[in-house]
């Protein structure tokens, strides 16, 4: 399958790409696709997020350079920006397994596989998806997950805190759960870490669990037509 780096990528571009491969993936036309990116300050809000957790307005996010989307995805309200490294595997699941539960574990035992490499242990929460670290009772969030599914086939994905300012998740409430923080990479290992790096051990951590060759392309596709 192939996979598209494209660094750091405004939402509203990246949102448009996503659809253009996903109408491929779904029509049989195009190719499974990982794309791996950042965004600048964004947030965006899925299709249950309870307006009671944003904790911001218009006049604030002009001030702090952000925007805001309200998207197609599973979930609550959640925070993108730089230093986050953000996942958007679009995949028809005929190819691997028909079941939106086994494709939400596998992607987040993608997350943990990876945080396995820095000597970190991450874990799951049933009802609480994601990828956490910590103690019981006092887990922190450090990689969220949000997907649309059609037809079987996949879009939207995670956003993996590596060296994000956290600050900017106290204008909401992360993914709707006030009683756990979030968390990121850098934090965790305390120690500062390139984004590069990081980038390139979650692909092959991803081909491991989804047992896929990643093909790396030189740019994003034009159109699928």
Not at 22 to 34: P, S
């Amino acid at each position: 399958m192939q996979l598209l780096n494209l660094g750091l990528t405004p939402y509203s571009e990246a949102w448009d790409l996503q659809r253009r491969i996903f109408e491929g993936v779904v029509g049989g036309r195009g190719e499974d696709t990982l794309i791996l990116l950042e965004h600048p300050h964004v947030y965006t809000q899925g299709r249950i997020t309870d307006k009671d957790n944003l904790l911001f307005d218009p006049s604030t996010l002009d001030v702090i350079g952000a925007e805001t989307f309200e998207i197609d995805r599973g979930g609550d309200v959640t925070y993108h920006g730089p230093g986050q490294l953000v996942g958007y595997p679009i995949l028809n699941l005929a190819h691997f397994k028909e079941d939106l539960g086994w494709y939400l574990r596998t992607l987040e035992d993608s997350i943990i596989e990876t945080l396995k490499y820095y000597g970190i242990v991450g874990f799951g929460i049933p009802r609480r998806t994601g990828v956490w670290v910590g103690s019981d009772g006092n887990e922190e969030k450090v990689c969220a997950i949000g997907i649309k599914a059609s037809r079987w086939c996949t879009m939207h994905g995670f956003a993996f805190n590596v060296s994000t300012d956290l600050s900017y998740f106290n204008l909401i409430v992360p993914c709707g759960i006030s009683d756990r923080k979030v968390t990121s990479l850098e934090k965790l290992l305390d120690r500062s870490i390139l984004m590069d790096e990081v980038r390139q051990v979650y692909a092959e951590s991803f081909a491991k669990v989804f047992e896929r060759t990643l093909v790396e392309k030189e740019s994003a596709p034009i159109a699928l037509a």
